[in-house]
Structure formats: C-alpha cells, structure tokens
T-cell receptor, first 116, second 109 residues
C-alpha cells in the first residue's frame, strides 16, 4: 500500500480557470476527507465522504467547489473560476473507523494551488 | 462545535521531555481527544488518541485530566525531527475532525 496519493502535487493557474485535484485513498478506507490549508493556518475542513456518499460539506465549500467520489474509491475536487483567494494547499485524508473514537486519518502530501 | 485551545508556540531542548497542553472545556462525554502533527512541507500525521484513560504508544503519551477538560501530549525525549506543528482535535461521533491552529514546537540542539 502506497498510502494516500494526491495529484497533481503543484498546480499554477490563471484566475478564472478551472482546476481539478485527484485523491486516491488507502484502498480499504471507506472515508475520505478534503481539507484546505493556507500558510500558517491549520487545515480547514471542506467535506467528507463515506463510500460514495458526501455526508458533510463545510460552508467554506462555495458553489465554485465540487467534490465527487463516484465509486467510493478515488475522489476529485474541482474548483471552477478560480480566484486568487483559492491559492492554498488542498489536503486529502482517508480513514476506516474501527470502533468509536478510532477515526484515524491518513493524509496525503497535498496538492498546492497557486492562482495568478 | 467542540473546540480546543493550544499555545501558539513552544520551545524545547533536544533530548528533554516536552509537555504540549490542550484545553477543551466544552468537551462532551463521547468526544475522543486526538493529536496529530505536521512536519514542514508534509500532510498531518496521526500521533495518538484517547477517551478517558492515559494512553501510550511508540510516539508519545497522552495524559487526560480527570474532568477531561484538558489533556497533555508528552514527548519523552524530543529530537530535532519532532519539530512540527501539533494539533489537538476533538472527534465527535467519529465524524468531526476539525483542526485548529495548533502549537508550533521548536526543538533546539
């Protein structure tokens, strides 16, 4: 198992363009999370999936953001009409809770977005 | 939402113990206390978690106050590789994994 994989690792785009990030979780993990992190801040929760169902979305996830996990395996996070304020590290994590309280997240290395 | 409060930064000397505090005065009976750390240029990594009793693993120890309103992550002998941001998180019903700003630990040689 290679852990949680995120692609691309770096993306530079112009304002107004669309970008898509992909996350491949650990294969047996049924939960998948997306976070956003800006410099000097902790990760901010965006959304999470249990299998293919999107169970929670943060208010941070504006209409320009959409996340999918079509077959309960990999997930994509798309940002439409990017703005400079979208520049951040986008982190993906997966987990497979075993018992109450045992929701241990494994994070990927992140996808860094720079919007010019 | 249950929240945690941590100092912004702490310093330690190499090979000395480090005690990283976390206050969570609004914790509910079913909230688990999780600790993660984030090394420079990496995603966060799990350190330890617990409910009521103190916990030990190969990375650290977690001491939980009797009233559960605070906890302390203990690194028994800090190394330079322990320099990171440490996050204390309350996990509600296994769903809510929300990070705060964390404590930036600097380890001096």
């Amino acid at each position: 198992d290679t852990g949680v994989s995120q692609n691309p690792r770096h993306k530079i785009t112009k304002r107004g363009q669309n970008v898509t990030f992909r996350c491949d979780p650990i294969s047996e993990h049924n939960r998948l999370y997306w976070y956003r992190q800006t410099l000097g801040q902790g990760p901010e929760f965006l959304t999470y999936f249990q299998n293919e169902a999107q169970l929670e979305k943060s208010r941070l996830l504006s209409d320009r953001f959409s996340a999918e996990r079509p077959k309960g395996s990999f997930s994509t996070l798309e940002i439409q009409r990017t703005e400079q304020g979208d520049s951040a590290m986008y982190l993906c994590a997966s987990s497979s809770p075993r018992g109450l309280g045992a929701n241990v997240l494994t994070f990927g290395a992140g996808s860094r977005l720079t919007v010019l | 939402d249950a929240k945690t409060t941590q100092p912004n930064s702490m310093e330690s000397n190499e090979e000395e113990p480090v005690h990283l505090p976390c206050n969570h005065s609004t914790i509910s009976g079913t909230d688990y206390i999780h600790w993660y750390r984030q090394l420079p240029s990496q995603g966060p990594e799990y350190v330890i978690h617990g409910l009521t009793s103190n916990v030990n693993n190969r990375m650290a120890s977690l001491a939980i106050a009797e009233d559960r309103k605070s906890s302390t992550l203990i690194l028994h002998r800090a190394t330079l590789r322990d320099a990171a941001v440490y996050y204390c998180i309350l996990s509600t019903n296994n769903n809510d994994m929300r990070f705060g700003a964390g404590t930036r630990l600097t380890v001096k040689p």
